[in-house]
């Protein structure tokens, strides 16, 4: 059963952003792209979840004469990790929703080794509902995992970021009640636009600010200075595509083999991990009985 005592350390309360730097930000993004954030997060709801079973036991009988019972149960607690140079929305509430839809209770949005955020990244949180933020130094970062771990709760971690690599210690990883997930993951993309208006290239220089888009087809304005026009031959679009491709739904299937995520137009604010499962939230036990 869970252990419905858990909270995370007292101390981390005083690493809270003060309100007023998330109602700042609010106010500062474009109703726009609050539209864009309030998407992505409805998709990775219709995604995920939200889950109607938190908490099961499946027993079954073998025809070859033992039994078995597999339990599952949301985790005690979740962090999303992250650092600054993450400067995507979409890519954190990528890793953080998946938690919130499986019906962990206690969530922790962290931030290491931050500087000045990007309010983009604020509103996307405060949009999602995460009320927990804090911003740590990595000695802070890791005094939490390490109590974390010695608290014997279950609990899953996203990574997002070098610097929120800080944790991934030997210890830490022995942690054999804290599941860990990070992304394997180039920040380039490239963009097909079969004409000027393909894609709208203001909404994902807003998305992904943080990402070097080479745009390929029909010529058309550049919003910033990440992204660049590299021709029209779509033979060469699909040989730049690394991890990430954007493509009308017609051609997405030529992307499929090569791209870990294929996005089309539409969807221009919104990402989701293809490896970060449902299964991560939960602890999962396994017993092989011999029938009596």
Known sequence: MKNSRFSFP????????????????????????????KTSIARLY???????????????????GFESKTTFDAVDF?????????????????????????GVKNVLAARVAGGPWRKAVLTGLELAGQEFVVDVSEAQARRLFNELRDSGHTGAVTVLGPKAAVIKTSELQSA????????????????????????DLEALAFTHPDIVFSVFGAET??????????????????????????LPAIRMDLALAKAKVVLGPG??????????????????????????
């Open 10 to 37: 007292d101390w981390i309360n005083e690493l809270v952003p003060d309100d007023d730097l998330f109602a700042m930000a609010y106010d500062d993004i474009a109703d726009h792209n609050r539209a864009l954030m």
């Open 46 to 64: 219709d995604w995920y979840g939200p889950r109607k079973d938190i908490a099961g036991t499946v027993s079954r009988q073998w025809l070859s």
């Open 78 to 102: 979740a962090v999303v990790l992250f650092d600054g140079s993450l400067l995507s929305p979409a890519r954190l509430l990528s890793a953080l929703v998946p938690a919130l839809a499986g």
């Open 176 to 199: 054999s009640r804290i599941a860990f997930w990070r992304p394997r993951f180039t920040r380039a993309a490239a963009v097909w636009m079969d004409d000027a208006h393909t894609f």
């Open 221 to 246: 304005e550049l919003p910033a200075d990440n992204f660049s026009y590299e021709g029209d031959v779509f033979d060469d679009f699909l040989e730049a595509i690394i991890d990430v491709a954007y």
């Open 267 to 292: 969807q221009e604010g919104c990402w989701v991990w293809p490896d970060l499962h449902p299964e991560l939230f939960q602890f999962h036990s396994t017993a092989w009985t011999i029938r009596g």
